[in-house]
């Protein structure tokens, strides 16, 4: 079964890094497009960056941009979040979730039908 | 800057009530509308994708309509398994934009 599984969250002080992992397992990681998208306590859901299928293509939400790198390694079915200068307001739930598809130069938009359970960030002096 | 305006941010209803959920876009974009249901504690669930297409195993009490800029989910005969928040999302293209969310209470 198609399973996302974050980890690298924790408590950190401002200013600091983190790097956060997904591994996607139950299905072929090098055909999606994959998102990281966040959650605030008791706020909403807030997309953070993407990264195409293939990693040629990079997003970024104008206030992570510069701080926040998104990478993946497909021959090890794996989704990376690079935090850089932390500050109080990145304290969230990470989700990773699964995006739009591309197989065999065909491409198709998709909503994300399977996410990740969440690792937390924690920044606090 | 796009914009998706959610509608309203919380309702209580009884069991057994039809509900509707509004979503608003600041730019119309097709179709591509997502809604997502997240009980307290949990991932979110995508129940609704290509602004009116039920995911598999979501029950049918369920649905979504509308096009452009304009979407609504509906809830018919709410239960209490029910109780969520409720997100809409277009992803059309990148960056994903969400809405602020729908508390869905029973009364």
């Known amino acids: 079964q198609v399973q996302l599984v974050e980890s690298g969250g924790g408590v950190v002080q401002p200013g600091t890094s983190l790097r956060l992992s997904c591994e996607a397992s139950g299905f072929t990681f090098s055909h999606y497009a994959t998102h990281w998208v966040r959650q605030a306590p008791g706020k909403g859901l807030e997309w953070v960056a993407a990264?195409?299928?293939?990693?040629?293509?990079?997003y970024y939400a104008d206030f992570v941009k510069g701080r926040f790198t998104i990478s993946r390694d497909n021959s090890q079915n794996t989704l990376f979040l690079q935090m850089n200068s932390l500050t109080t307001e990145d304290t969230a739930v990470y989700y990773c979730?699964?995006?739009?598809?591309?197989?065999?130069?065909?491409?198709?938009?998709?909503?994300?039908?399977?996410w990740g359970q969440g690792t937390l960030v924690t920044v606090s002096s | 800057d796009f914009q998706m305006t959610q509608s309203p941010s919380s309702l209580s209803a009884s069991v057994g009530d039809t509900v509707t959920i509004t979503c608003r876009a600041s730019q119309g974009f097709g179709n591509y509308l997502a809604w997502y249901q997240q009980k307290p504690g949990k991932v979110p669930k995508l129940l609704i994708y290509?602004?009116?297409t039920l995911q598999s195993g979501v029950p049918s009490r369920f649905s979504g309509a509308g096009s452009g800029t304009d979407f609504t989910l509906t809830i018919s005969s709410l239960q209490p398994e029910d109780v969520a928040t409720y997100y809409c999302q277009k992803y059309d293209n990148i960056p994903w934009a969400f809405g602020q969310g729908t508390r869905v209470e029973i009364k």
């Open positions: 290509a602004a009116s």
């Open positions: 979730a699964r995006g739009s598809w591309c197989i065999g130069g065909r491409c198709g938009l998709m909503a994300s039908d399977y």
């Open positions: 990264i195409s299928y293939d990693a040629s293509r990079t």
